[in-house]
């Protein structure tokens, strides 16, 4: 089959031979591939892949599930998912865990199920598994132009919660405000903590891939028992910390990742996800949030507009 390669930072096609399916399995034939920040770090040598999955890049597909492992139900084979993957992704065939399949419903693209699971998945463990966030409560979304920041505005939108998020630039925050959000900050124009003390609110749930500096900024505007969940360091990986403010606020402080996670952990997460996110997606109640499709011969765009902070949502490779 052919895939795409990363060696010495650059992507570029190569040959290599089909997927050997595990009996929970399903061979997967590629129509289109959600780029992630993590594949941009795997590319670069930063961020290697787990021991036991795929070499290969790519944490998310849809496709067509064309071959089956001996313990896979056969009404999987020949139906159109979008799915989680360990690794092997940019390829034109994936192995996946046939527990953290997602059926792609009819009237919903192949580009746009490329775009849901990893961003969905993260961003509803982050609100809700980890956050807690509940109806009337509020969010607080770092990098809200993002695909994980997309995904968490209109889940939390949709469980009943007010949404404050920041982001780079006024076309981002006006984006996160198309896709629900109740107050969008530039944080290069606006500091997040006198904005959001002059208009009174606190936050419940707090997800933030910048870490660093954010972490005491985060503390100060938290609502008692708040839950602040780093997803990534993106402003560094150290930081003072004001404990005195974690103490008085009784603040939690979760530090998570997905894919590293177990598969068991990954399969839970899953069937958490669609009993209470599912129908919502399948109805087109949300914004997919695609930023841009290409090619995936052009995968080394798609990595350059992630690095250049250019996209507000998902960039996702079709594959020809």
Not at 55 to 80: D, M
Not at 114 to 140: C, D, H, N, R
Not at 193 to 198: C, D, S
Not at 289 to 295: D, R
């Amino acid at each position: 089959m052919k895939y795409i390669s990363h060696e010495d930072s650059n992507l570029a096609f190569a040959q290599t031979n089909k997927p050997v399916l595990k009996s929970h399995e399903v061979l997967v034939k590629v129509a289109a591939i959600g780029v992630n920040r993590a594949d941009c770090m795997q590319r670069q040598g930063k961020y290697p892949a787990p021991a036991g999955d795929s070499l290969i890049l790519g944490l998310e597909c849809a496709g067509t599930i064309i071959e089956l492992g001996k313990e896979v139900e056969k009404t999987w084979l020949n139906k159109r998912i979008f799915t989680l993957c360990a690794g092997g992704a940019y390829s034109e065939y994936v192995a996946v865990d046939a527990k953290q399949l997602m059926e792609l419903p009819d009237d919903v693209t192949m580009a746009e199920g490329a775009a849901i699971s990893e961003v969905y998945l993260t961003a509803f463990g982050a609100l809700f598994e980890l956050g807690k966030l509940q109806k009337g409560q509020t969010a607080l979304i770092h990098a809200g132009a993002s695909g994980v920041g997309g995904a968490a505005i209109q889940m939390a939108k949709s469980a009943g919660a007010t949404v404050v998020i920041t982001a780079g630039t006024d076309d981002k925050c006006q984006h996160a405000k198309e896709l629900g959000a109740d107050h969008a900050i530039n944080y290069k124009t606006t500091d997040f903590v006198e904005y959001m003390q002059a208009n009174n609110l606190t936050a419940n749930a707090i997800v933030d891939p910048v870490s660093g500096s954010y972490l005491n900024k985060n503390a100060t505007i938290a609502a008692m028992d708040c839950q602040i969940v780093m997803l990534a360091f993106l402003d560094g990986r150290f930081a003072e910390v004001d404990f005195a403010t974690l103490l008085q606020k009784r603040i939690s402080f979760h530090a998570s990742t997905l894919r590293n996670r177990s598969i068991e952990f990954k399969r839970n997460l899953r069937d958490d996800f669609v009993a209470r996110f599912y129908s919502e997606l399948a109805d087109k109640k949300y914004d997919f949030n695609v930023y841009k499709t290409l090619p995936w011969g052009d995968a080394n765009e798609a990595h350059a507009i992630l690095e250049r902070n250019e996209n507000a949502g998902k960039v996702v490779l079709l594959v020809e």
